[in-house]
């Protein structure tokens, strides 16, 4: 029981590039989230889905898309990446009651 | 909307100190709450939840957190820290869903 993994652990892009950042999960949980952390800002939500086939815009959504293919993934994609993205990305699933988190990916935008 | 707000940006304190960390909701209905720790450069762990009933919560590393209704309060407190508590600190308010609302975080430093 891996609980929520992350791939990749850091990535170092140039403005402009593409990415996506994979959340995976093996607890069977409906509810996946991804966040952003910054310096002094906690935790902001990115978007989130509440099952398969499903997303929706979190607090700070612009320049990123999700996709929920399948219950277990939930992938974060930058289409355009500017130096404002540098942050720390954790995904999370939750049972409606505790969220879990994986480890985080580290992204840096030069 | 709801919200939560952590008093203290960063704290210092020495090894056997008691800790006190301050966590303020906003939200009218019923709620969840929970503090999450984040040791240096490693991802959130859930340290305890209330969910409902005994509005005094133990959690693991003899964390305990109190829960007062009436003062949208739910504090997080360890009589006697150790270095190895030296870590980040986040509480969290939850509906259920979607509906999870972070703090900013409070930076806990334990002097040797």
């Known amino acids: 029981n891996a609980g929520v993994t992350q791939t990749p652990k850091f990535r170092v892009l140039k403005t402009g590039q593409s990415m996506t950042l994979l959340c995976a999960q093996d607890m069977n949980h409906e509810y996946m989230y991804w966040y952003r952390q910054d310096p002094g800002m906690g935790l902001r939500l990115i978007h989130y889905s509440v099952g398969e086939g499903t997303t929706a815009k979190g607090e700070v959504p612009d320049g990123y898309n999700v996709s929920r293919l399948k219950k277990q993934n939930f992938l974060l994609g930058l289409e355009s990446a500017a130096p404002s993205q540098t942050s720390v990305y954790f995904c999370?699933?939750?049972?409606?009651?505790?969220?879990?988190f994986g480890p985080g990916t580290r992204l840096l935008v030069l | 909307a709801q919200s939560v707000s952590q008093h203290n940006h960063h704290v210092i304190l020495s090894e056997a100190a008691s800790l006190e960390l301050g966590c303020n909701y906003s939200?009218?209905?019923?709620?969840?709450l929970f503090w999450y720790v984040q040791y240096p450069g490693q991802h959130l762990q859930l340290l305890l939840k209330y969910f409902s009933g005994d509005p005094l919560v133990k959690g693991i590393k003899g964390f305990e957190a109190e829960f007062i209704k009436s003062k949208f309060s739910f504090n997080l407190r360890k009589p006697s820290v150790q270095w190895s508590d030296t870590a980040e600190y986040f509480c969290a308010l939850g509906q259920g869903g979607q509906n999870f609302v972070f703090g900013p975080g409070t930076r806990l430093s334990v002097l040797p």
């Open positions: 939200y009218g209905g019923t709620v969840n």
């Open positions: 999370a699933s939750s049972n409606l009651e505790t969220q879990y």
